[in-house]
């Protein structure tokens, strides 16, 4: 089995994901059809059952990765004679090149991230046929000029899920800018609202077990996207909360329909880059 080490707390973070993935699978009709990530499970040496009464992270991660699917499958039908290029910024373990791979025959796949996690990738996650990995920060630029290089004709997708509430404003204005600077295309991510920005984490059911991994930056309106430049469009935007109700039990119907702050306490974004 394989020990984990993180140098820092955001990269273990990308566990999480991976175990509520692998839990999805086993639903008897699941959200999100993955049957990659349970077998990676079984070759980390790392304790995780400690998120295993995380009910509400759980239901709002597969929702999540199930709606960045439905979207890069949406664009990819409406694109078919184009070739697409789809970049998962702080991919960790995801496994959305496998899901997507037989859906999706014009697309390549890059996966960005850290060294440390990019090496655990390597060892542990099957990679699709058109998939590749980059080893850098996501607010490094030489990726980017290397990118558009090579795909000088091509629509580019970039997803960042669960990454923005780890990096303060400025930073991600920075790399909003730098993209626009260089791409055509689409961005998907999920925010925070303010109020879960500023939730204490050791009452998060998921983050409370993570160590050095601190909230930053939330939004309570796509405005304050669109602010970061006038190259951005507003797309969508998809309210986790209202999507499988039925999935979120008792609290999750208190918490949609009595407490708003809650509500959208994590939401999905779709922006057009010029």
């Known amino acids: 089995m394989e020990k984990i080490k993180f140098s820092d ?9 991976l ?5 999805e699978n086993l639903v008897e009709k699941p959200i999100l059809k993955d049957e990659f990530s349970g077998e ?24 999540r990765a199930k709606f960045f699917d439905d979207e ?4 990819a039908n409406e694109n ?18 496998l899901r997507l791979e037989s859906k999706i025959s014009n697309a390549i796949f890059y996966d960005l991230d ?12 099957k990679k699709a046929k058109n998939n590749f990995y980059i080893t850098s920060s996501m607010f490094e630029t030489t990726w980017m000029d290397e990118l558009v290089s090579k795909h000088k004709n091509a629509k580019f997708i970039f997803v960042l899920e669960g990454v923005t509430m780890y990096f303060e404003k400025p930073k991600l204005k920075e790399f909003f800018k730098n993209l626009l600077d260089r791409f055509q295309g689409v961005l998907m991510a999920d925010f925070l609202n303010k109020f879960a920005a500023n939730f204490p984490q050791n009452r998060h059911d998921a983050m409370k077990f993570i160590k050095n991994a601190k909230f930053k930056f939330g939004i309570d309106s796509e405005d304050e996207i669109l602010e970061f430049d006038d190259r951005l469009k507003f797309i969508k935007k998809g309210v986790m909360f209202d999507m499988y109700k039925n999935r979120w039990g008792i609290l999750g119907f208190i918490l949609r329909n009595f407490v708003p702050k809650v509500k959208n ?4 974004y779709i922006f057009k880059l010029n």
């Open 9 to 17: 707390g955001v990269s273990e973070t990308l566990l999480i994901n």
């Open 19 to 23: 175990y509520f993935r692998s839990l």
């Open 40 to 63: 990676i499970v079984k070759h980390l040496d790392y304790d995780f059952s400690k998120f295993d009464k995380s009910k509400l992270s759980r239901v709002g991660t597969v929702i």
């Open 72 to 75: 890069i499958l949406k664009i």
């Open 80 to 97: 078919k004679n184009c070739d697409l290029v789809i970049i998962q910024v702080g991919a960790g373990l995801d496994t959305r090149p």
């Open 114 to 125: 850290l060294c440390d996690v990019i090496n655990l990738r390597e060892k542990l996650v």
């Open 265 to 268: 306490s994590c939401n999905m």
